[in-house]
Every structure is written in C-alpha cells, then in structure tokens.
C-alpha cells in the first residue's frame, strides 16, 4: 500500500515522514528543500499492513526548477502505473502558519489538483502543518484553517477529500496515516488512478500536452512577462542612478533575475517551443519596434525517439522532454543528467524498530 506526500516546499512533507518512523536524517529545517529527488520508506503496522510512504520535492524548489520538479513527480507516477503499483492516497501538506493563500501555496495546490484529477480527489487528505500549541497564534490558524475549507479546499472536499492536522507528533502522523488505511479497505477492490497517470500511460501523451504541464507553461509564461517588466524598470532605475552603492545593487539585482529568467525561459522552450520565440521576440525588441502583427514561429523541433521495449527503470525521461534549442544545441541537462533523469527508490528501508513504543499503539519501520 503505497501513499505519496506532497505539497510546497517547506510544508513540512520530509518531517511528516520522519515523525512517523522515528528515523530523522536529513530533516530540513526552515524552508531550503531536503527533498530534491522521490525517496521512500516501508512502516509496518501492527495488525500485518503496511505502508510505503513516497516523498516527493515540492515545488519553488530551491534546487530544482518547477520544471525539473514536474519531470521527476510525472516519471515516477508514470512508472508506478506501469508497474500496477496502485497509489492508496495522498497527503497534501500546507503550512497553517502561511498568513495567506497567494503565490507559491496558490500556485502548487492549482498544480497537485491537475496532476491529480477530480476523480481521485476521495483519496486524498489535506493535512495542514506547523501548527502553534496555545495562545493567540493558535485562534488565527483555527481562522485561517476554516478559511481554506470554505474557500481554497472547497471543491476537493466537495469530491471527497478531507481534513486533518499534523501536530508534530507521532500520534497525529499515525492517526492520518490510519485514517488512509481504512479507507483503503473500505474500498476494498475499487481503484483509482491520477489525472496525470491516465494521461502519460493510458492516453500515451507526452508530459508538455498534460493539464499539469499546461497549467505549468501558463505559470512560467506568467513569471517570464513579470521579469522581463522588472528587468526593464531596473535598467531605467540603473541609468538615473548616480550612487555608486545604489549601482551596485541594482547590478546584483539585474544579474540574480537574468538568470532567472533564462531558467524559466529554458523551461519554456521545452514546454512549447513555438511560443517562446515568440515570447523572446517580442520582450528583446525595443518598445517602439514592437508590433502586434503575428510573428513568424520557430519550428517546432520533432518528437525525440523512443524505444518502445524499455522496461521499467531504463524508461528515459528525455523521451517527453527532449526538444532541441533554436540554434540545433541540446539543452543543458538537469542536476543528474536529462532533466527528471532520477529514478526513485522504491522502498528505502529504515531499520528502528528497536526505538518504537509498543506494538498496540504506532507501526513500525522494518528493514526487508
């Protein structure tokens, strides 16, 4: 019975994990990302079940780009479901202490409700993390969880997912954890597949022609206008600026959001070509020369080839995202190859069992 935790980076996915086996390396701590690859570890329950929970990177990762982070959620799904392993749920993580819904939070539950799909909402638990113990802090949280029900979580619910809260606790972790077990054998023999595995393996499209990776391309469009404005402002403050302590900043500033944009930019061309030649001519081009005449696309670069008798853990990610820059030069690979190039390992076993509290209480984590 596998379960996946997801949510933004910083939510508190890895700690969740380690809380409910006891075993604590590599916990992050404050909002850099500990996860930057899908890992996970085997419990064992008491009564005989157990439980593989995946932990996957979130995104605004701050090593891997949304991109990167997509490419390696959508292989590992893809490969689950060719190999009839059946996700029985998933934890949706969001930090209680985020004073509003907006940016980063908004932009990763739109993109988890598109991986996921409608139909697959009835498995999932909104688990809500950070929680204060007393005080006023805690009425404001109790406000804001009320909130997201009502506002942001409302369709979710309204198709079956429910609420719970992470306390930094063994108990609650287990508590959610058995809450998805038995619903798993009330099931019984119903299944139920995500949006974006039906898509990548039963539709056979490719990653950019996903809702998750069109969802994706908006938000990156979006980022690109955004920088390119700021990038233009700071240029026009750079010119009037006769301080040299001033020109200094805006100098490092302008050379942090060039890189960015280039990142996202990259990102675009493997999400759609066409319209990033466009995009680019349009945001080099003086404002005068600017025109709202159609511009001539790039040519889309042909399908990468695919071997259609790669097995399981030779499948290579490149097959979705392979596309060739303007001037015929690959683009530069990811943090381990091929952007999305990790394979996951299925079952990272903890041994501590030696370190649990009784057997009529938490499961346990076991070696195989």
Not at 129 to 134: A, D, G, H, V
Not at 160 to 180: D, Q
């Amino acid at each position: 019975m596998a379960t996946s935790v997801m949510g933004p980076t910083g939510a508190g996915k890895s700690t969740f994990i380690q809380t409910a086996t006891g075993h604590t390396d590599g916990v992050g701590h404050g909002l850099e990302s500990c996860t930057s690859d899908v890992s996970a570890v085997r419990m064992n329950f008491p009564d005989g079940r157990d439980v593989v929970l995946v932990d996957t990177p979130g995104f605004d990762d701050t090593k891997l780009s949304d991109l990167e982070v997509l490419n390696i959620i959508a292989k590992w799904l893809k490969d689950a479901r060719q190999d009839s392993l059946e996700l029985s749920g998933i934890l949706y993580l969001h930090r209680i202490s985020d004073n509003r819904m907006a940016g980063t939070p908004l932009k990763n539950l739109g993109m988890f409700k598109k991986l996921c799909g409608d139909t697959f909402f009835e498995r999932v638990i909104l688990t809500t993390t950070m929680w204060p113990e007393i005080g006023d802090e805690l009425k404001a949280c109790e406000s804001r969880e009320r909130e997201l029900r009502k506002e942001y979580w409302v369709d979710m619910i309204g198709r079956g997912s429910t609420t719970m809260r992470f306390e930094n606790t063994p108990e609650t972790a287990w508590n959610i954890l058995n809450s998805i077990i038995d619903a798993e054998f009330g099931r019984r023999f119903d299944s139920a597949v995500l949006k974006i595995q039906e898509e990548l393996v039963d539709q056979g499209k490719k990653l950019p022609k996903t809702e998750a990776g069109i969802q994706l391309h908006g938000f990156i469009e979006e980022l690109v206008e955004k920088q390119n404005d700021i990038l233009r402002r700071l240029r026009e403050e750079l010119g009037q600026a006769g301080d040299a302590v001033v020109v200094e900043a805006l100098l490092t500033d302008l050379g942090q959001l060039r890189k960015q944009r280039e990142q996202a930019m990259k990102d675009m061309r493997q999400l759609n070509p066409t319209l990033l030649g466009k995009l680019r001519r349009i945001f080099t081009l003086p404002p005068r020369a600017r025109s709202s005449k159609p511009t001539v696309p790039l040519k889309s670069p042909g399908p990468a080839s695919t071997n259609p008798g790669e097995q399981h853990g030779q499948t290579r990610s490149s097959e979705s995202w392979d596309m060739p820059d303007t001037d015929g030069k690959p683009l530069p690979a990811g943090p381990s190859g091929a952007p999305g190039d990790q394979s996951p390992s299925m079952v990272d076993v903890v041994d501590n069992r030696n370190s649990r509290p009784p057997l009529d209480t938490p499961p346990e984590t076991v070696s195989s």
